[in-house]
């Protein structure tokens, strides 16, 4: 990976400018809606009469009147700041309206059952492609089918993703109690269980003796963490900063907080491995403790592993630019608003899928003359109900039928294909198949 180029000195740069004509050209601390970084600025073509390095000036003028000081330190002992610029405020705006709203719209239609199909696939992709980012080398199909089935995991890769997926399912129980050190301890043991070399690895600090550098494929060092002798108090400012209420002296906006609890961990490192897994599960936590319950239904690993590059090329740009974490800030938003949108998308094709497949089952219609009327009801309540279970006799009450003619619908359909027939005690159950509508379409 290439490293960023560092920006000029401040210092020598206002002592070789004209400062009057840099303020004359009012900057501001974006170059059209994006918050460059010098590495990317001085091959763009800077405004009339300015010199690349005297826009960058201007720019780092106009940030430095907007930038806010975070709690969070780096490892000189500064503080970590981040600019509410335009483009931030924006995405922070849309993110809160759209976090909050997203599903409610849906509740009126969707049933219990469909919110929680969307949760589940959610926590599935989240889970897989978190542990991804960090060398899991198991398929998502693979993975899928483990999750799905419940069987224990068979190796490292599918263990690390059956690890997150038990964890992303414990958040809404953890987001109730203030983090604490013992807290985050507690996440990276379930997040590492059977996943180190050295299991007594898990839930603590890595050790002076196992500092760590953070290196590319090439073996370049990127980030050398702070030393191990410094973790906890880190750990603990970080565990001060997440318990803020939002109604402190020094508001920070929920969203920052939990980009910045994550980017935190990220820098420290504190541990021996699972220090990504545990940014990304305490972001979640962060959210949902401050009230957007739909980080739920998002998975921004899957949207960071599309970019891994662009993923760590934000930690270096805020390394290399005094601490300035809005790099970072701005590349968690636009992930976050890419999954928002994801969910929109699925929650679209499959209502549009669910009234496509309706459609099918209506009176007249090509399946109407294969079914009968009870079977059609049947399924119609599958498609509004995913995952929901059957049995003969629930059909039978239903339609005042025999047993036997309830058994013989429920048989029928198994035998087209829409329903799966399984055992539970003495009992038959049945339950649609996961893609009924392609079935029937089929």
């Known amino acids: 990976m290439k490293l960023p180029m560092p920006p000029p000195a401040l210092g020598d740069l206002f002592e070789r400018s004209d400062v009057r004509k840099i303020l ?3 900057l501001g601390p974006e170059v059209k809606g994006r918050y460059e970084h010098w590495d990317q600025l001085r091959h763009l073509t800077p405004p009339e009469n300015l010199t690349p390095e005297e826009w960058w000036l201007g720019i780092k003028m106009a940030r430095r009147g907007l930038r806010q000081e975070m709690p969070l330190k780096d490892k000189a002992g500064n503080p970590f700041t981040v600019v509410l610029s335009d483009s931030i405020q924006r995405n922070l705006f849309l993110i809160g309206r759209d976090a909050a709203g997203a599903l409610r719209g849906q509740e009126a239609s969707q049933s219990e059952v469909t919110r929680e199909h969307y949760l589940v696939r959610s926590l599935m992709e989240e889970a897989m492609t978190s542990s991804q980012l960090e060398g899991a080398a198991t398929t998502t199909q693979v993975a899928k089918d483990m999750l799905r089935s419940g069987r224990e995991p068979r190796d490292y890769g599918e263990r690390m993703i059956y690890n997150n997926y038990l964890a992303m399912r414990e958040l809404k129980a953890w987001r109730q109690r203030p983090l604490t050190p013992a807290a985050v301890f507690e996440i990276h043991r379930k997040l590492t269980d059977g996943t180190l070399d050295d299991e ?45 209420s939002d109604d402190s002296e020094h508001f920070v906006h929920p969203v920052v907080r939990a980009i910045l609890i994550h980017f935190q961990i990220g820098y420290d490192h504190p541990f021996v491995d699972g220090n990504g897994r545990t940014a990304r599960t ?4 962060a959210l949902l403790r401050s009230g957007f319950w739909m980080a ?6 899957s949207i960071l592993k599309r970019a891994p590059a662009q993923y760590m090329r934000s930690y270096l740009y805020t390394e290399t630019d005094e601490g300035d974490t809005t790099y970072f800030v701005a590349h968690q ?8 949108d994801g969910v929109h998308r699925y929650i679209t094709r499959k209502q549009n899928e669910q009234a496509a497949a309706a459609a099918l089952l209506k009176p007249g219609s090509p399946w109407a003359h294969q079914i009968n009327h009870r079977q059609r ?16 006799e629930m059909h039978r009450r239903s339609h005042g039928t025999s047993y036997q003619t309830a058994r013989a619908d429920l048989l029928a359909l198994v035998a087209e294909g829409f329903l799966r027939q399984s055992r539970e005690g003495k009992a038959f159950v049945f339950v649609p198949v996961p893609d009924l509508e392609k079935r029937l379409h089929a």
């Open 282 to 285: 305490l972001f979640y936590w």
């Open 296 to 301: 739920e239904y998002l998975s921004i690993s």
């Open 333 to 340: 938003l636009t992930a976050i608003l890419e999954a928002i």
């Open 24 to 26: 004359l050209g009012k």
């Open 200 to 244: 007594g690895c898990a839930g603590r600090f890595r050790l002076p003796s196992e500092d760590i550098v953070i290196e590319d494929e090439t073996g370049r060092v990127l980030h050398v963490p702070p030393p191990a002798r410094e973790l906890e108090q880190r750990l603990q400012s970080l565990c001060d900063f997440a318990n803020q």
């Open 377 to 392: 009801a049947l399924l119609l309540n599958a498609l509004k109900n995913p995952g929901k279970v059957f049995t003969i």
